[in-house]
């Protein structure tokens, strides 16, 4: 079993339309969490950081922690075009380590 | 916020030649560093971390070398590079239970 696991997509989500990202983690002790949206050829950049159980809103993205189920995800409200990318999860435990999903390939269709 | 300077965007070296990425840091002081690679359409693969200047952690075995002389200084070595090198190499920087901010990255070739 993969410490953070993401689908690999792709993901196919017509514009305008909320993107669903989903992510598990296998270590109850992770304490951070974070989604970042990588384009191909470029270097990932954070969307969203969550510490604690429930919603977290940002614009157009809420992100979503339940530490119950290990389980956190990424919802894009009325999806670009420009949201076409992979996103990244990755999940921090103790003072440096952070686990990276493999990540999930997002294609918004116009 | 951090700011990650990381250098050349893109490098073509032949078989066997060394190798020296650079990675320099502003906006924080004793910052973890973290240099990662990335073969194309896979996730990111942790090479080196260090946690203070000096202290260098590998996560797998490999042809490659990574140093910290300084506290925003992140080095990533080879002597002799291989083909398998290849790849996309970036360096991250990160406080304590915090994001990470990553540099551009280099896209390396070897030929």
């Known amino acids: 079993q993969k410490e953070v696991e993401q689908n690999s997509g792709p993901l196919s989500v017509p514009e305008g339309a909320i993107a669903s990202l989903n992510c598990t983690y296998s270590d109850r002790v992770s304490q951070s969490f974070f989604w970042y949206r990588q384009y191909s050829g470029k270097s990932p950049e954070l969307i969203m950081s969550i510490y604690s159980n429930g919603d977290k809103e940002d614009g157009r993205f809420t992100a979503q922690l339940n530490k119950a189920s290990q389980y956190v995800s990424l919802l894009i409200r009325d999806s670009q075009p420009s949201d076409s990318a992979t996103y990244l999860c990755?999940?921090?435990?103790?003072?440096?380590?952070?686990?990276w999903g493999a990540g999930t390939k997002l294609i918004i269709k116009p | 916020s951090q700011t990650i300077h990381q250098w050349p965007a893109t490098l073509v070296q032949p078989v066997g030649s060394p190798l020296s990425l650079e990675c320099t840091v502003e906006g924080t002081s004793n910052p973890n560093l973290y240099w990662y690679r990335q073969a194309a359409g896979r996730g990111l693969q942790l090479l080196f971390y260090s946690v203070g200047i000096g202290q260098i952690s590998s996560e797998v075995p490999q042809n490659l070398s990574a140093s910290r002389p300084q506290d925003r200084q992140f080095i990533l070595s080879s002597k002799k590079l291989l083909l398998s090198d290849s790849g996309f190499y970036l360096c991250?920087?990160?406080?304590?239970?915090?994001?990470?901010?990553f540099g551009q990255g280099t896209r390396l070739t070897v030929v």
């Open positions: 990755a999940v921090g435990r103790g003072n440096y380590q952070l686990i």
């Open positions: 991250a920087s990160r406080d304590l239970n915090t994001e990470a901010f």
